[in-house]
Every structure is written in C-alpha cells, then in structure tokens.
C-alpha cells in the first residue's frame, strides 16, 4: 500500500519574456511512494462452541485469519518461531501469535489469540426410574414415572432432548415429566424412551436414554373361593380342605395371601 505525492512537477523554471511574448510549460508524470503502517491479521477461532460464543472456550481449535491481499500468514507459539502452517493446539489455555509479511515485504505487528481448548466428552447422564414399583427393582416397571438424574459436574448442564419420537430440543426434567402426565394429573400408561444430553462449557455433550413402562392402573379385584366347601352347604365357607382358589387376576399379577391373619408371601400369576 503506497500514497502518491502530487502527480506533475514542471520540468524548466518559469523566465521572463518581452511583453506580448507567448509562453509555454511542459508537465511530466512524476510518482512518489511512502510506505505506509502494515495493520496485524485478524484472527478469531472458526469455532467457539462454548455455552457463550465470546468465552473463548471451545472444541475446535482452528483459527480464521483475514489478512491483506497476497500477504503470508506466519504463526508463533515460541518467541522467535515463526511457521506458515497453523499450529495444532494443545488441550487447555493456548497463546498464538498472528503476523502477515505483504508483497513489499513490510512484516505487521502480531495478533495475540488466546482461548481454552476442551475436546474431552463429559460422562453420560445418569437416568434411572425414582422408583422401580415392579416385581423386580430393576424389570423398568413403574406405576410412578419420575426420572431421576445423576447431578452434573460443576460447569456442566443436563438438558432432555426426546420423549419417544417427539423432539423437545433441549428442555428440563420438569418439562418431560409433564408430558407424562395426564390432564387430571396421573400418570399416562405406556411404554416411553426418554433421552437427555450432558454438555460441558466447551460444547462437548455425551447422550443417554432410559426406557420405562408406566402402568398407573390398578388390578381389578380378585374372586377368591375355597377349592372345596365341604361343609353341608356349598356355600357355608365350612370346609375340612383349606385350598383357596383365586381368579380374576391379569397376567404378571402378584398375589399376596394372608396366612393367620398377616399377610403372607407374594406369588406371581402367569395364568
């Protein structure tokens, strides 16, 4: 880049003429070039995935610089080094330094560009059913569909992305346990997969998904009867054989009888 003085200068001094006398000046083209101040490159990262686009917290460590036309970028992370090729960061804190050198040779200040690199995932988040009410603690059959979620580390959010096939983007744990409930306030039976997402302050997230049945409804009642009443009267509920038969009850029921008055062991029914 170059300013140019005044572009003609005359080539003979003015004289003095007799008077009446015509006289005549001749111009050439004369340029003049003054160095002018090299500005340093803009460089900013490509990328700042952090939770804020200005944090200088990122996964991505490539660097965008803008620089004047047909000038060579160098970069330096050692005083004095300088190289063409962009260096490759390291996990953490990273200075680079930024200089452009132009067609004429002028070498620009350097740009400093600090930022934080972070290409470590955070661990899953931890999903569980509050309260496993099945038969077994762990068969993810419930009649209670709160979630449970494992606190993140400090720096970390848990955001719930999906329930079944319906895309939530990224909401709160209260705003899932709303859809499972229904208008009145219960719990909606059905089979449910539910996913959520850890993100760190750079941008890495790591996924999860829980998978659960509700069901809220209650059995119907069973009919108990003695097996045999061998009483006078079939009815009389007089009997020498103490066999009770139970029906009534839905597949993968438990049934609970009483022994002397308490309750006794539970039995499951397949029937």
């Not at 700042?48 to 060579?72: F, M, N, P």
């Not at 997969?193 to 069973?222: K, Q």
């Amino acid at each position: 880049m170059a300013t140019r003085s005044p572009p003609y200068r005359p080539t003979s001094s003015p004289k003095r003429f007799p008077s009446g006398q015509k006289t005549r000046l001749s111009f050439e083209a004369l340029e003049v070039r003054h160095p002018l101040t090299l500005l340093a490159p803009l460089a900013t990262l490509a990328n700042d995935t952090g939770s804020s686009h200005t944090d200088s917290i990122t996964s991505d460590g490539r660097l965008i610089v803008t620089a004047a036309k047909g000038a060579v970028v160098e970069f330096s992370v050692q005083p004095g080094e300088w190289v063409a090729a962009q260096p490759t960061p390291k996990e953490g804190l990273n200075t680079i330094l930024v200089r452009q050198t132009d067609t004429a040779g002028h070498i620009s200040p350097s740009r400093r560009v600090l930022f934080s690199l972070d290409t470590i995932f955070p661990s899953a988040p931890a999903l569980a059913l509050r309260t496993d009410s099945g038969l077994s603690a762990a068969d993810a059959l419930t009649n209670n569909g709160t979630i449970a979620v494992g606190n993140p580390l400090p720096g970390e959010s848990i955001s719930f992305r999906y329930v079944n096939d319906t895309i939530l983007g990224n909401v709160s744990r209260a705003r899932v346990q709303a859809l499972l409930h229904t208008k009145a306030g219960g719990w909606k039976n059905g089979d449910y997969r539910v996913g959520a997402t850890t993100y760190d302050t750079a941008g890495n997230s790591a996924d999860a998904e829980l998978r659960f049945t509700i069901d809220a409804t209650p059995p119907a009642i069973p009919s108990v009867r003695l097996t045999h009443d061998t009483g006078r009267s079939s009815v009389d509920r007089l009997t020498s054989d103490g066999q009770i038969e139970i029906t009534n009850t839905e597949s993968g029921a438990c049934r609970v009888c009483p022994a002397a008055g308490n309750l006794g062991s539970a039995v499951p029914h397949t029937a």
